[in-house]
């Protein structure tokens, strides 16, 4: 099993930064790819970004590139997402996934039924 726990999360304005985090416990973090997914009020979930075990890949949906980075610290078994210039519509609950699947593909990490494991989510809201 493994467990996922986000933080970071919070309120800003338009055009503010936060970094989101997510601990990893349980099975072999360092061998997972990881993905940030968000929820919208009124909307479907949505893939934000995803991350290679090596952490040498990682794949953007079109409307945070440029803006969020994700990363890892497979020693502190620890995923980031560091958010900039951030806009109303980012406003969701994000929440972080695994997955012990090899090989992925963009397609692939841009689904949510890749993802085995989930955390519970943390709240970034952005006001205009």
């Known amino acids: 099993q493994v467990q996922l726990v986000e933080s970071g999360g919070g309120s800003v304005q338009a055009g503010g930064s936060l970094r989101l985090s997510c601990a990893a416990s349980?099975?072999?973090?360092?061998?997972?790819?990881m993905g940030w997914f968000r929820r919208a009020p009124g909307k479907e979930r949505e893939f934000v970004a995803a991350?290679?075990?090596?952490?040498?890949?990682?794949w953007y949906t079109n409307s945070v590139k440029g803006r969020f980075t994700i990363s890892r610290d497979s020693a502190k078994n620890t995923l980031f997402l560091q958010m900039n210039n951030l806009k109303a519509e980012d406003t969701a609950v994000y929440y972080c996934?695994?997955?012990?699947?090899?090989?992925?593909?963009?397609?692939?990490?841009?689904?949510?039924?890749?993802?085995?494991?989930w955390g519970q989510g943390t709240q970034v809201t952005v006001s205009s």
């Open positions: 991350v290679t075990w090596i952490g040498r890949t990682t």
């Open positions: 349980g099975r072999t973090f360092s061998r997972f790819a």
């Open positions: 996934a695994s997955t012990p699947r090899e090989g992925l593909t963009a397609v692939a990490a841009a689904v949510a039924a890749t993802y085995n494991y």
